[in-house]
């Protein structure tokens, strides 16, 4: 997935529908520049990734994740002190597509948004949110 | 190379001995950060590697290197823009050992460094430059 192109809201009140799949998310940031790169680690169920993106605001930016061994993410996770966050990730079926709920925890407990990505921009926009959907966060900082 | 042990030198004068091996690398920074980070990427003959190290000062730093296709290259290269290097990397023979003797092109012409690697601290310490090392910058960003 080059290209990322998703749209993120936060949640209407505490019902959504039935989550298809959940897994825990713990993942860390190993830098963050004023640029818009991002740089990051993350193990979602057992698989371990470093993930980086480039480009900011608008529906679009370039991601490129990488697989890393157990090994490579315990070295490289103390790097990431001061800036890691948990979350479950509930995948939730939306008109034709799946939508990702994350549910925070530890310092972020109590945010929970959801994010659904698309094939183009054209996509993105002529998407309508479900009633489940709150006011939209597109852009903002995790 | 999970843990990297090196030690860094200018060069003495203009002579050094005979290459092994001398490869083209050219260079970006996607990040460096306060705390020691440092995200790099790298082509070193036709391979593509991001490299991420982290740790200050001293003769070791942790570094994870991850292979990355051509495609991802492309992908996150323009992210490097004003942080680039152009260098030839010489391999050269230093006792038992291979020494990197990097000549720099472009804005950073006229700079040339030599680096050696070390399986510890301790037969780092213990290293005597040769006649052709000059002073040591170990520790100096590049």
């Known amino acids: 997935m080059p290209l990322e192109i998703e749209r993120k809201f936060l949640l209407n009140g505490d019902l959504l529908p039935a989550a298809v799949a959940t897994e825990p998310i713990e993942q860390g940031y190993l830098a963050a520049t004023e640029d818009g790169v991002e740089v990051r680690l993350r193990r979602i169920a057992s698989q371990c990734v470093l993930g980086i993106k480039r480009g900011e605001g608008g529906f679009s930016r370039v991601e490129v994740e990488l697989p890393v061994t157990e090994t490579q993410f315990a070295e490289l996770w103390p790097a990431t002190a001061g800036a890691r966050l948990v979350k479950t990730r509930h995948s939730v ?14 310092e972020l407990s109590g945010l929970r948004t959801v994010e659904v990505e698309f094939p183009s921009e054209e996509t993105a926009r002529a998407f309508t949110p479900p009633d489940w959907f709150g006011a939209e966060i597109t ?4």
């Open 93 to 106: 079926p939306v008109y034709d597509t799946l939508a990702y709920v994350d549910v925070y925890a530890q």
């Open 139 to 142: 852009g903002a900082k995790e």
